[in-house]
């Protein structure tokens, strides 16, 4: 005589029938510090990025005041060259005035 076992309908799904694997899959050591560098290189180059940034920044802000400063300096030369202007005049008018009083 042979039992033949036959499921009568769908059986329940328990937690004990599954089984969690996590990762144990065992890693090289240097797979491992591939991945170390390469999650270094990106954290560097993200810094780098930044730095770069920053530094575009404020060699904006030094072109901005050398602009500043470029047009000041300009201004007082012209300021210079109208007072200049101004003392050769009043200095060839009296020295004019002196030659016409003293013959």
Do not use: F
Request: with cysteine; charged share 35%; net charge neutral.
């Amino acid at each position: 005589m042979v039992l033949i076992s036959v499921p009568v309908g769908p059986r329940p799904l328990y937690d004990s029938d599954v089984e969690v694997c996590g990762a144990e899959i065992a890693t090289n050591p240097r797979v491992e510090k591939l991945n170390l560098v390469e999650k270094e290189n990106e954290y560097l180059k993200e810094k780098l990025k930044r730095i770069e940034e920053e530094k575009m920044k404020l060699e904006l802000y030094v072109v901005d005041v050398i602009d500043d400063h470029k047009i000041k300096m300009y201004a007082m030369r012209l300021n210079i060259r109208k007072i200049r202007k101004y003392v050769v005049n009043k200095q060839a008018w009296y020295t004019m005035l002196l030659d016409q009083l003293l013959p």
